[in-house]
């Protein structure tokens, strides 16, 4: 039997004898060609496992896909002036075939999107993925993350209905308090001092145009990155065995029909079973109680209730920054590949998801019914007591964490190391986040007090 080399696995693939001449042989050269063109002619089997990736990066990238075909579709029937945005969505959902389809597939996706960018970057960070030299897809990630959220609150705006007009001047608001370029960034988006039509063309040009190009680029630097750092992340062969490879075809194109074809009709199903919403026309002088911003930036909404914007901006901003630097404040190389790095890490995962998932609501009840720090510092000035004092508390938290991981995991004789503790802290501070996520889309109603849901 010949020997499986990467020449003769490409022959084979390529260069079937006969190909040229019959018409399925042309056709599978063809599909073949452009599988390589994206894929390696092997992989090693351990990244082919379900259950390594998910399929959260390939499903990302489908939804992404997803959105540009059906955003384009949309594009035929929109109008960015506002007085007929609203309009056109009305006809698109009554008028145009399978128009209501088709932006509700839209709609979907783009929350999927959301959802699946969140996942994979969880994934990612679990298995050390930005690990082996993998720095630069790491931060490629992050922006990617911030495009896909930036793309979902451009879209919000678009339908001109009362839910896209006050979550957008809910959130315009908070953007202002970004520290220094705050002002000028809402001013430079909203061209103006509140949602107009400014806001809606500018909304609409960065949604169609220039999010789309910057997000095909980066996708299209991450997944070359994958291949220059030799695939995916694995674990490190320490008996020095020869790494098992299978080839592409058919073992990764066959994981990821599979996966494709599930998404796919999960998207549909909902998109069927749901549709987009509309609500009402906007209405500048009518506001709803409440007035909730996107779900995705509930999380920091909610941070809003409970300290100063400037201190909540400032809070989100330093969490993100420490995002984009994880790969230089954890740089131990023999855990990459294994999930959670080891025992030690596996126990701060669970220990910080029991922390985050009860120190939270609780620090959110003692907030909104007991503390009061003005009365408590009657003396002192709203900016320290809402913005310093909540700010400082928060960071001193985070660093506790950090010492108690490292201080109460252990376990045969060993306590957990700073790469193992630093997981404990990423997984406590996104455990936080899906938290307060959590509150603000159910448990908050009206004037944003807390409320218990599904209790009328
Ligand atoms: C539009 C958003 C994104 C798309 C389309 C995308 C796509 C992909 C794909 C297809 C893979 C390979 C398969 C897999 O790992 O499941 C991958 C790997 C990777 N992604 Fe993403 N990704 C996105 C966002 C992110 C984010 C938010 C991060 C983290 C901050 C990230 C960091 C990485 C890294 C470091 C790898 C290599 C992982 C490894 O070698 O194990 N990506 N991405």
């Not at 594009?75 to 959902?93: K, P, T």
């Not at 959110?364 to 009061?372: A, G, H, K, S, T």
């Not at 913005?387 to 109460?408: D, E, H, Q, T």
Request: hydrophobic share 55%; no cysteine.
């Amino acid at each position: 039997m010949e020997r499986q080399t990467f020449h003769s696995i490409k022959r084979k693939l390529l260069y079937r004898p006969g190909a040229e001449t019959d018409e399925r042989g042309r056709m599978a050269t063809v599909l073949n060609n452009l599988v390589l063109h994206l894929h390696p002619l092997t992989v090693p089997a351990t990244a082919l496992r379900f259950n390594y990736t998910w399929g959260l990066g390939g499903m990302t990238t489908l939804l992404a896909m997803l959105l540009g075909l059906t955003g384009l579709l949309l594009m035929f029937r929109y109008d960015a002036r506002v007085e007929y945005a609203y309009l056109s969505i009305q006809e698109m959902e009554t008028r145009m075939v399978f128009g209501s389809l088709i932006r509700a597939v839209h709609h979907w996706s783009a929350n999927l999107l959301v959802i699946s960018a969140f996942l994979h970057l969880l994934r990612v960070y679990f298995t050390g993925g930005f690990k082996g030299g993998r720095t630069a897809n790491w931060v490629i990630g992050v922006a990617l993350l911030g495009l896909v959220l930036a793309s979902n609150f451009t879209g919000y705006l678009l339908p001109w209905d009362q839910l896209a007009f006050w979550a957008i001047t809910v959130s315009t608001s908070l953007l202002a308090y970004i520290p220094l370029v705050g002002e000028e960034i809402s001013r430079f988006l909203l061209s103006g001092p509140e949602v107009a039509q400014g806001a809606l063309s500018n909304f609409y040009a960065l949604h169609v145009v220039t999010l789309p190009i910057l997000m095909t680029a980066l996708m299209g630097y991450h997944f070359w990155k994958i291949r220059k750092n030799g695939g995916l992340s694995q674990p490190t062969n320490q008996e020095g065995d020869k790494i098992k490879r299978l080839t592409t075809m058919p073992h990764l194109v066959s994981v990821e029909f599979a996966a494709a074809t599930a998404l796919l009709t999960v998207v549909l199903v909902l998109a069927m079973l749901k549709p987009a919403p509309l609500g009402a026309i906007a209405n500048p002088l009518v506001s709803p109680n409440p007035a909730k911003a996107a779900w995705y930036f509930l999380g920091l909404q909610e941070l809003l209730l409970h300290m100063h914007p400037l201190a909540a901006m400032s809070l989100v901003l330093s969490v993100a920054g420490w995002m984009v630097f994880v790969p230089w404040l954890d740089r131990r190389e023999n855990d990459i590949g294994l999930y959670f790095r080891s025992s030690h890490g596996k126990r701060a995962a669970i220990l910080a998801t029991v922390l985050g998932v009860d120190l939270i609501p609780a620090l959110v009840i003692v907030d909104e019914f007991w503390l009061d720090l003005g009365q408590l510092f009657p003396s002192l000035p709203a900016w320290i007591v809402s913005g310093l004092i909540p700010f400082g508390a928060s960071l001193l938290g985070l660093g506790l964490v950090y010492a108690l991981m490292r201080l109460l995991i252990s376990h045969g004789g060993r306590r957990a190391n700073h790469s193992e503790a630093m997981l404990g802290l990423f997984t406590f501070l996104m455990v936080s986040l899906v938290v307060l996520t959590v509150i603000g889309v159910y448990f908050r109603g009206e004037n944003m007090a807390l409320v218990l849901p599904f209790i009328w």
